[in-house]
């Protein structure tokens, strides 16, 4: 089956970015190095584009090549081959501390395992990034405040983890990866530790963000979830196979 692309998101070939986009990702090439001159290449000529306020989601099956293409976008490792432009920065060329200052102010994480400090409040865990960049203890905390109450934990602030839900877990989360204002908020399988009913709410929170103005990019094996995105990029074999609108109607 041919590659299809919608023609208004089709990334052009060694194009920079434009003032739209939050995400350019140019030829892009990961490959791993086995021993025995053995190579695999996880990633084979990726080209793809994404604009401010879009929501896509990455698909592919276990072997694809998602994660890498996650871990590439959230700056959390550096291509073999290619460019990558974030919100204009060409960081497929930064250093791994330079990278880590991108990361921080530009990209907002939602894993899977919530990635939570067990022994430290849902206040303390969502100002982390302000304290990694030094921003004053009463600044951090009237803005984490801020960000529980975006996503309705105001009530929260000083319980741990083991005292909060799954989805409440997920929501603190959620606000440690707002509380940047980035430029992306990147969610790998944001409800795989959730059950049906609290994955639904997470997914409604998404729309609120996007709605909102975020953009996000989803990383999931899970079509009913994809789906939630206007926008579905499948990954097969470290390439893209398809890049077409979900059919979902956008919502102004």
Sequence with gaps: ????????????????????????????????????????????????????????????????????????????DTPSQGNYWLNGHLVSELNDDELARIRNKEIGFVFQTFNLLARATALHNVELPLIYNGTPAHERIERATQALIAVNLGTRTHHKPNELSGGQRQRVAIARALINDPSIILADEPTGNLDSKTGVEIMALFDELHRKGNTIVLVTHEPDIAEYAHRIVHIRDGKIFSDEPSGRVRQA
């Excluded at 194009?15 to 025995?36: A, F, H, R």
Aim: hydrophobic share 35%.
């Design 1 to 76: 089956m041919a590659t299809k692309f919608d023609v208004a998101t089709a990334p052009t070939p060694s194009q920079g970015p434009g003032s739209e986009d939050v995400i350019v990702v140019d030829n892009l090439w990961k490959t791993y190095d086995m021993g025995s001159e053995q190579q695999v290449h996880a990633l084979q000529g990726v080209s793809l584009r994404i604009r401010h306020n879009e929501y896509v989601a990455i698909m592919g099956p276990s072997g694809s090549g998602k994660s890498t293409l996650m871990n590439l976008i959230g700056c959390l």
